[in-house]
């Protein structure tokens, strides 16, 4: 029964699931031929951080085993891609649970309706995954041997436990997070309660005063705009440029751009209804979803600063180009999911509009202009940060024109690509309203 009751869910949110499926395909790709290219360029030296100060941490980057400073970090990545597009796919069926408990369903019966969910994705998506990342092995192999590599990458049995190690991990978590969904959401919900209510608390003393803040929004801009002097001193401190940079944008956004959006809003608001509805909606999509555009920022220039600033061997450049492509192309899935979990609720706000006289096609301005203005500032950071990046690489001789292009290429189109398809989802919320 319950079973049964999974597979008819399934079908009714196809295209959610489609989405979670496809982002486990695209990471069992990535991690396959990552540990098999890992394996095959696991000759560098071994270089250890002892006093953890910028200086050894650039060293490390510039020189050390490429395998092993890309192992961590592109199974973190691929780890919070999962945990996004499977935070995305739960929480849609947060009222669904409800329901279900309603009508005298266990929280056991709940997390396994979940489970089986979950699992019969899994076991859509990784065999093909695996599938496609043996392909992609011999293209990768055709490229290394134009290049002139005397290497060719094949499928290790050290590499595989490594691989089958990290996805058995990942599910594991996965499903341990959707067991306790299944717990917490339903509990709240049925008791009328709201799962993300949170309120900030007021600052005292100097703190608060007006003086203190426009010093900390003046250091903010600084900090946000220091990469963009920094890139062009070198490529070695890309990774850490970027952390300071993201930093100083979130208080750069969080307490300039928002404020004068607002500002701007209450002024002239009433000339133009669609606008100042939009802007309140993009207001709200920047909030929620900044710390996935910070993490697409960061995660790509730590990926530059290991091509750009070293000696690498053939298979290592090959292998930092194609984490850094999938890693943009998961990262951009990220924002979208991120985005998407929140546009979920708006069908309530849209419902209101069409109440006081909203008509259908102002409704669809007011989602178009939307996301166009949310995309274009996400495309705008990445062009700003990432693009001068690699602009600085081109000038300093760090990499080609045809390397910037396909870096840049593979950046911008998966964020087109997303902005596509959150627009079909948001006409979906736009029918329900």
């Not at 394996?39 to 980057?61: C, K, M, Q, W």
């Not at 998407?340 to 069409?354: N, V």
Request: charged share 15%; hydrophobic share 55%; aromatic share 12%.
């Amino acid at each position: 029964m319950i079973f049964k009751e999974a597979l008819r869910s399934l079908r009714n949110s196809m295209s959610k699931a489609v989405f979670f499926a496809l982002t486990f395909y695209i990471t069992t790709a990535l991690l396959f031929v990552y540990f098999n290219m890992a394996e095959a360029a696991s000759t560098g030296p071994e270089v250890y951080v002892t006093n953890n100060n910028l200086a050894d941490i650039i060293e490390l980057l510039s020189k050390g085993n490429i395998s092993n400073l890309m192992m961590v970090f592109v199974v973190v990545m691929c780890a919070i891609d999962l945990f996004f597009c499977n935070d995305f796919f739960v929480k849609n069926k947060a009222k669904e649970l409800a329901v279900r408990l309603i009508c005298g369903a266990t929280y056991i019966q709940m997390a396994m309706y979940l489970l089986i969910q979950t699992v019969l994705l899994m076991l859509v998506s990784i065999p093909f995954g695996i599938g496609t990342g043996y392909l992609m092995l011999g293209g990768l192999n055709a490229i290394l041997a134009k290049s002139g590599a005397d290497i060719v990458v094949g499928i290790s049995s050290f590499a595989m436990v490594e691989f089958w190690m990290v996805m058995l991990f990942v599910i594991s978590v996965i499903t341990l997070l959707n067991c306790s969904f299944a717990y917490k959401s339903g509990a709240v919900l049925l008791s009328g309660g709201n799962i993300a209510a949170m309120k900030k608390q007021g600052g005292y003393g100097v703190t608060n005063t007006k003086i203190f803040q426009l010093l900390l929004n003046l250091a903010g801009i600084i900090a946000a705009l220091f990469p963009l002097y920094g890139f062009f001193k070198g490529s070695g401190g890309l990774a850490i440029m970027a952390l300071i940079g993201c930093v100083g944008l979130d208080r750069t956004i969080n307490y300039v751009l928002l404020p004068a959006l607002t500002a701007y809003n209450r002024k002239r608001g009433t000339a133009d209804t669609v606008k100042a509805a939009a802007n309140g909606f993009v207001r709200r999509d920047v909030q929620f979803s900044k710390i996935t555009v910070y993490l697409l920022i960061a995660d790509l220039m730590v990926m530059m600063s290991m091509l750009f600033a070293r000696e690498n061997s053939p298979v290592e450049k090959l292998l930092i180009i194609f984490s850094y492509i999938a890693i943009a192309i998961l990262q951009s899935l990220t924002i979208m999911f991120r985005l998407e979990t929140d546009l979920s609720s708006r069908g309530k706000e849209y419902a209101i509009l069409s109440q006081i006289g909203s008509e259908t096609g102002m409704r669809h301005k007011i989602m178009h202009t939307e996301l166009r203005r949310y995309y274009l500032f996400v495309l705008l950071l990445v062009v700003i940060y990432v693009g001068m990046a690699l602009v600085s690489a081109a000038f300093t001789g760090g990499a080609t024109i045809g390397e910037v292009s396909l870096l840049g290429a593979s950046v911008i189109i998966p964020l087109i690509a997303v902005w596509l398809i959150t627009v079909l989802y948001y006409q979906t919320i736009l029918k329900k309203a």
